[in-house]
């Protein structure tokens, strides 16, 4: 069965970075896009990325752009967050999500979902 | 980039039937018959109910539909029973910015 399983997260320092993973299992990773999508504590669901299937195509939420990178590695049915600068607005559950479309990268169509990796930024 | 617009909060009785509105521009919503609606259980992970406007994944009750106008896209959620009391959150391609964007989500209260 499909499995999106997220780690890396923790407490991390305001200015401090952290790298998120997200294992998939259970259907053929390279063939779908991925997206990360955070929640606040308390609060609604915020989009923060998408990368395409061979990673070539990548977009971010103007919110993260510039500190926030996506990537993945196919041959290890992984995808990855690198956030820098951690803000303590970046607090939030983290989520992956896959597409439900084959070769899709945009269309929000999440199939799938993660059970979620808490980042929380405090000093 | 602001968030879609969604009622905070809807309620209804055991049986009846509740709609929760998302209402967008025509860069997002009204442009692309890509809308899609997750539940959200407290604690948990979201689940599609409704993909490309009105299509519902395999599972999902046909209680639950989707349908938009114009700028905006509907969830309609008949027969409410108990286990529908959750957070829904619509989502929709856009095409100006980022791609995507969420609604603000509506908290649907069973009474």
């Known amino acids: 069965q499909v499995q999106l399983v997220e780690s890396g997260g923790g407490v991390v320092q305001p200015g401090r970075s952290l790298r998120l993973s997200c294992a998939a299992s259970?259907?053929?990773?390279?063939?779908?896009?991925i997206h990360w999508v955070r929640q606040a504590p308390g609060k609604g669901l915020e989009w923060v990325a998408v990368?395409?299937?061979?990673?070539?195509?990548?977009y971010y939420a103007n919110s993260v752009k510039g500190r926030f990178t996506i990537s993945r590695d196919n041959s290890k049915n992984t995808l990855y967050l690198q956030i820098n600068s951690l803000r303590a607005e970046d607090t939030a559950v983290y989520y992956c999500?896959?597409?439900?479309?084959?070769?899709?990268?945009?269309?929000?169509?999440?199939?799938?979902w993660g059970q979620g990796t808490l980042v929380t930024v405090s000093s | 980039q602001s968030a879609l617009t969604q009622p905070r909060s809807v309620s209804g009785s055991p049986g009846q039937s509740v709609t929760i509105s998302c209402t967008g521009t025509s860069s997002d919503v009204g442009g692309y018959d890509y809308v899609s609606w997750c539940q959200q259980y407290p604690g948990k992970a979201p689940k599609l109910m409704i993909f490309?406007?009105?299509k519902r994944p395999s599972g999902v009750p046909d209680r639950f539909s989707g349908s938009k106008s114009g700028n905006t896209a509907f969830l309609t959620i008949s027969g409410l029973q108990a286990e529908d009391e959750a957070d829904y959150y619509c989502?929709?391609?856009?095409?100006?910015?980022?791609?995507?964007?969420f609604g603000e989500g509506t908290k649907l209260t069973v009474l």
């Open positions: 490309d406007v009105t």
């Open positions: 259970g259907f053929t990773f390279s063939s779908f896009g």
């Open positions: 999500a896959k597409v439900a479309y084959i070769y899709d990268t945009r269309i929000p169509n999440f199939d799938y």
């Open positions: 989502c929709s391609y856009e095409g100006r910015y980022t791609g995507v964007i």
């Open positions: 990368i395409s299937y061979g990673g070539d195509e990548k």
